[in-house]
């Protein structure tokens, strides 16, 4: 995740990112992730904590929202299965 000089310093580069840890270093608030994916903030917590996933076009729409934003996030550096 990079913006202009790299906001990926925020997050630890060793380590793939997580969708909060994305989020956060965004300062995006789930209430924003939940209504570019159309579904409930309790849906982006449970996804933040690896209960549920997103489906590949709420995925899509979440890159864009961050692309849009500036944030280049590849799909392979976050991972879906942590906190």
């Given amino acids: 995740m990079k913006q ?5 310093n925020m997050v630890n580069i060793r380590e793939r990112l997580t969708l ?22 309790d849906t982006v917590y449970k ?7 997103p489906n590949a076009p ?11 934003r500036g944030y280049t996030i590849d799909v392979n550096d976050i991972n879906f299965f942590t906190q």
């Fill in 58 to 68: 709420q995925i899509v729409r979440i890159l864009n929202f961050y692309a849009d």
């Fill in 4 to 8: 202009k000089g790299g906001i990926k």
């Fill in 20 to 41: 909060k840890s994305c989020r956060i270093a965004a300062g995006v608030k789930a209430e924003e992730i939940a209504n570019v994916a159309g579904v409930t903030v």
């Fill in 47 to 53: 996804w933040e904590r690896g209960r549920s996933f």
